[in-house]
Each structure stands twice: as structure tokens, then as C-alpha cells.
T-cell receptor, first 115, second 111 residues
Framework: EAQVTQNPRYLITVTGKKLTVTCSQN?????MSWYRQDPGLGLRQIYY???????DKGDVPEGYKVSRKEKRNFPLILESPSPNQTSLYFC??????????????FGPGTRLTVL | RKEVEQDPGPFNVPEGATVAFNCTYS??????FFWYRQDCRKEPKLLMS???SGNEDGRFTAQLNRASQYISLLIRDSKLSDSATYLC????????????FGAGTRLFVKA
């Protein structure tokens, strides 16, 4: 089944404890992206990647890191999480960057709470 | 000013009603446009891509006006199952291939 998977789905952690949220897609998509969703603010893009070893900042990259060593994986790293990073996180991927076939497919989301 | 702005909603409509959602975007170099649907606590899912020529899929019609930087979604004959949040999404433009989401418009369809 073609899909985007994220792990973990739920995570409660404490301030300053490094964590990684994994994202994987099995559709051979070039473009991958991370978003956070907060009440009243909608989805905001954190980072995106147009292909392996190519990453760019979205609108809210502060406090996050990403890597794209393989086409299928795009982990989100919080080196020192803070309470303001408590949010619902979505990973997404699309076949291409521009033109046709660039609609994004989303993972099921990761609900993160930082105490 | 937000880069993508939508009607704040919520919209409360009876079954069978026609409802229209509007969206404006600020970056004239934006390249592609979509409407997504999001059910409560679930991931967004593509509803329609939006083209300048307009496109229709059953009860749903989307329009793009590049000159006015305006996107619309029309839902005819609303069903209870149409209750969800509708997200206007804009891709690309100057500065790379960012994706910008509108804040979403919540729709409640009542029996």
C-alpha cells in the first residue's frame, strides 16, 4: 500500500531531551516536507526537501533539524525540545516539486507534548 | 498580511445547500494551487487541484483567478459527510518551493 508513515504517533517528553520523529514514504517521491499544526494557526511548513541531500527552510524552522540521506526517509530532529514545540506534526511527500503530480500525501501525524 | 487567507468560518449549512469557500494569496509567483480536506484530528487529504481553466469533480468545482490571486471552491448539494475543514494550499513562487496553507474553513452540514 502506498503510504507515508510516521513514528511515533504520540510522544510526551521533557524539555531539553533530544528526540527524532521518523518519516518514510514508499512511493519514490522526490519532495518531502514537515509541518506543524497549531490551533488558530493552521499548518505551517518547517522544512522541505526537493531530493536527496537537498533541504530548505520553511516558515518555522527554528528549533528543528532535518536530513535527507535516502529518498524514502526524512526524519525531523528536535535537539533540545521546548514547550512551545508542543504540537501536531505531519510529514508529507509528493512525486515532483513543480508542475503536475505535485499534490502532497500526508502521514497520520505525530502528537508531541513537551513538558 | 497572511500569505494565504481564507474565510474564517465556521459555515453551518443544511443538507442540500450550496456553499462557497474563498481564498486569496499574496505571492503572484505562486505556481500550483489545491484544496485539501481535513477531518478532525486526521491528516489533510487532497480534494482537488485548482487550474486557471477551472475544474469540476462531481459536486465540487474549483476556480483559480491568477489576476486577482483568488481561489474558490464550490460544493453543491451538501452532504452530512462533507462536514470537515477545507484548506486552501499554495505551492511555490519566488524563494523556492514552499507550501503555504490557509488557516482553513470549518464546514458543518446539518440534517
Amino acid at each position: 500500500e502506498a503510504q507515508v508513515t510516521q513514528n511515533p504517533r504520540y510522544l510526551i517528553t521533557v524539555t531539553g531531551k533530544k528526540l527524532t520523529v521518523t518519516c518514510s514514504q514508499n512511493m519514490n517521491h522526490e519532495y518531502m516536507s514537515w509541518y506543524r499544526q497549531d490551533p488558530g494557526l493552521g499548518l505551517r511548513q518547517i522544512y522541505y526537501s526537493m531530493n536527496v541531500e537537498v533541504t530548505d527552510k520553511g516558515d518555522v524552522p527554528e528549533g528543528y533539524k532535518v536530513s535527507r540521506k535516502e529518498k524514502r526517509n526524512f526524519p525531523l530532529i528536535l535537539e533540545s525540545p521546548s514547550p512551545n514545540q508542543t504540537s501536531l506534526y505531519f510529514c508529507a511527500s509528493s512525486l515532483s516539486v513543480a508542475g503536475d503530480y505535485n499534490e502532497q500525501f500526508f502521514g497520520p501525524g505525530t502528537r508531541l507534548t513537551v513538558l | 498580511r497572511k500569505e494565504v487567507e481564507q474565510d474564517p468560518g465556521p459555515f453551518n449549512v443544511p443538507e442540500g445547500a450550496t456553499v462557497a469557500f474563498n481564498c486569496t494569496y499574496s505571492n503572484s509567483a505562486s505556481q500550483s494551487f489545491f484544496w485539501y480536506r481535513q477531518d478532525c484530528r486526521k491528516e489533510p487529504k487532497l480534494l482537488m487541484s485548482v487550474y486557471s481553466s477551472g475544474n469540476e469533480d462531481g459536486r465540487f468545482t474549483a476556480q483559480l483567478n491568477r489576476a486577482s490571486q483568488y481561489i474558490s471552491l464550490l460544493i453543491r448539494d451538501s452532504k452530512l459527510s462533507d462536514s470537515a475543514t477545507y484548506l486552501c494550499v499554495v505551492n511555490g513562487g519566488t524563494g523556492g518551493f514552499k507550501t503555504i496553507f490557509g488557516a482553513g474553513t470549518r464546514l458543518f452540514v446539518k440534517a
